[in-house]
């Protein structure tokens, strides 16, 4: 599947979803939704209840030095959570590669997040990795990136300091947002 994905397909992102469970999983659900309706350098966002944590996964068409990633994100995290007035608690970055792809996934506990560091770790990687990151090119209206903006806040904000019982993981498959829930 990996090597199937193309620099620039234009897709349509299903913003609707049905829930089906009440209480703080539709917010966790929105939230992972929204994450990868606004970033699509996003591949995949999985809620890990265990650490009430974030991991996002990218894709690069090339070798990740993760030392020289992580001297890049950690400095300019702390820097950007010392201006917050909050501290981070987790900060993980993890590398695989798979058919000549190297799927980069970094790991932030959802307490000290906020919707300005997705964007900043999305920045931060799209200037190092220019042309080589995969992801499918979505045109999103700028109200409509606003919008999704003030939903990852929102939901941010109230998963914040609650726990979702259950895993959840959302990936982008051929333009739709796919939610699984795991054990």
């Given amino acids: 599947m990996i090597g199937q994905r193309k620099r620039g397909l234009k897709t349509r992102m299903l913003s609707n979803l049905n829930y089906y ?3 703080y999983y539709q917010d966790g659900v929105g939230l992972l939704t929204s994450i990868l309706m606004r970033y699509s350098e996003v591949g995949s966002v999985h809620y ?7 991991k996002f996964t990218f894709m690069v068409e090339q070798i990740v030095d993760v030392t020289e990633l992580y001297e890049l994100l950690k400095p300019a995290l702390e820097f950007f959570h010392k201006l917050e007035g909050l501290r981070m608690r987790l900060f993980d ?12 996934t970094i790991t932030r506990d959802l307490s000290s997040m906020t919707q300005r560091e997705v964007g900043l770790i999305v920045e931060l990687l799209k200037g190092k990795y220019k042309k080589h990151m995969i992801f499918d090119e979505l045109y999103l209206p700028k109200d409509e990136q606003i919008y999704q903006e003030e939903q990852i806040s929102q939901m941010l904000t109230s998963i914040k300091t609650k726990d979702i019982n259950k895993n959840i993981i959302a990936l982008r498959d051929e333009g739709k947002v796919l939610v699984f829930k795991t054990q």
Avoid: F, M, N, P
């Fill in 21 to 23: 469970d009440s209480g």
């Fill in 48 to 54: 890990w209840r265990e650490e009430h944590a974030l």
């Fill in 93 to 104: 970055i993890k590398c695989r590669t798979e058919e000549s792809i190297c799927v980069v």
